[in-house]
Antibody, heavy 116, light 109 residues
Framework: QVQLLESGGGLVKPGGSLRLSCAAS????????MSWIRQAPGKGLEWVSY????????YYADSVKGRFTISRDNAKSLLYLQMSSLRAEDTALYYC?????????WGQGTLVTVSS | QSALTQPASVSGSPGQSITISCTGT?????????VSWYQQHPGKAPKLMIY???KRPSGVSNRFSGSKSGNTASLTISGLQAEDEADYYC?????????FGGGTKLTVL
């Protein structure tokens, strides 16, 4: 069955950087758009970024544009989110998801905390 | 773009039907057949319940149905069960953004 396993979260100071990873299995990773979606503690969902199967089409929410970079390694079935210039408002549980116009499968998330 | 508008909470008794609305604009909900709905239980990842306005993924109960009229999409849950108590989020894809609603807490009385 489809599995998405996020890693790389942790505590980081404002202005710092972090790279999240998502290991995918159970489907042909290279055939699918993939996304990052986040949820601040006690808050709603925000679609952060998505990337097409080939990597050509990329979307970023305005809130992260210029600070976050999505990438993928189709040979290893891995999705990444490089986050820089982190702010307190980036504190959230970050989910990896399959799809871009809807999220068909979700991982369990990795927690990013931005605090001094 | 602004988030989609959902009621903060709805409630119903077991066996009843409830409807959660999701209001957008002519630039998102109305213009694309790409509204999706997600169920989230406390401490769990969201789960896709409806996609492309009304389609149900394999394994989702047919008690869940989606519809749309103009700028407003709706999720209807019939035959309410205790396990339906959760947060529900709508989402609309557009060429320039992917928008979520603020979420609706469903309480089964």
């Amino acid at each position: 069955q489809v599995q998405l396993l996020e890693s790389g979260g942790g505590l980081v100071k404002p202005g710092g950087s972090l790279r999240l990873s998502c290991a995918a299995s159970g489907f042909t990773f290279s055939d699918y758009y993939m996304s990052w979606i986040r949820q601040a503690p006690g808050k709603g969902l925000e679609w952060v970024s998505y990337m097409s199967s080939s990597g050509v089409t990329i979307y970023y929410a305005d809130s992260v544009k210029g600070r976050f970079t999505i990438s993928r390694d189709n040979a290893k079935s891995l999705l990444y989110l490089q986050m820089s210039s982190l702010r307190a408002e980036d504190t959230a549980l970050y989910y990896c998801a399959r799809g871009y116009n809807f999220a068909y499968n979700w991982g369990q998330g990795t927690l990013v905390t931005v605090s001094s | 773009q602004s988030a989609l508008t959902q009621p903060a909470s709805v409630s119903g008794s077991p066996g009843q039907s409830i409807t959660i609305s999701c209001t957008g604009t002519s630039s998102d909900v109305w213009n694309y057949n790409l509204v999706s709905w997600y169920q989230q239980h406390p401490g769990k990842a969201p789960k896709l319940m409806i996609y492309e306005d009304y389609k149900r993924p394999s394994g989702v109960s047919n008690r869940f149905s989606g519809s749309k009229s103009g700028n407003t999409a709706s999720l209807t849950i019939s035959g309410l069960q205790a396990e339906d108590e959760a947060d529900y989020y709508c989402c609309s894809y557009t060429r320039s953004s992917v928008l979520f609603g603020g979420g609706t807490k469903l309480t089964v009385l």
